[in-house]
């Protein structure tokens, strides 16, 4: 017998920032958990301290307010963020991913003749620990109620 799975369709995404949502500006948001700089694993460890990366490509605009603007206006803080696959209401089958965004990079500023400019850049997501029970998994909260 097969088992049914619910499938998340990432359709009407919410992405804010803060608490603007930057959705429209954004083609791509990627989460990747990778291992802490600097962390030594032992034979007896699972996996060394984990800590999140956020790729996020956008359309380039100097637009006061644009997400763009954004991370050069407040580069070297911290500001809170929301990802819900599906937009709507958070339940099992359309989950919320909540952190906080470290603005250490800077977007680059890259253009080719004739085309739409557009940048890729990669972020912290500050560690604030690891607690599975209640779905926290190195600064990244799932919410699924």
């Keep these: 017998m097969a088992i049914a799975v619910p499938r998340v369709v990432a359709r009407n995404i919410t992405f804010k920032i803060g608490s603007t949502s930057y959705s429209p500006e954004v083609n791509m948001v990627e989460l990747t958990l990778g291992d802490t700089p600097g962390g030594?694993?032992?034979?007896?460890?699972?996996?060394?301290?984990?800590?999140?990366?956020?790729?996020?490509?956008?359309?380039?605009?100097?637009?006061?307010?644009?997400?763009?603007?954004l991370l050069w206006d407040n580069f070297g803080t911290e500001v809170a963020f929301e990802i819900n696959p599906g937009g709507g209401t958070t339940g099992t089958d359309n989950p919320k991913y909540t952190g906080t965004l470290i603005f250490n990079e800077l977007p680059p500023i890259s253009m080719t003749s004739n085309e739409e400019m557009s940048f890729s850049v990669t972020l912290r997501v500050k560690n604030t620990g690891l607690d599975t029970s209640a779905k926290l998994y190195y600064g990244l909260t799932i919410a699924t109620a």
């Design 40 to 69: 030594i694993q032992t034979f007896s460890e699972v996996r060394v301290q984990g800590e999140w990366a956020m790729q996020i490509d956008g359309h380039f605009s100097q637009k006061a307010g644009s997400l763009y603007r």
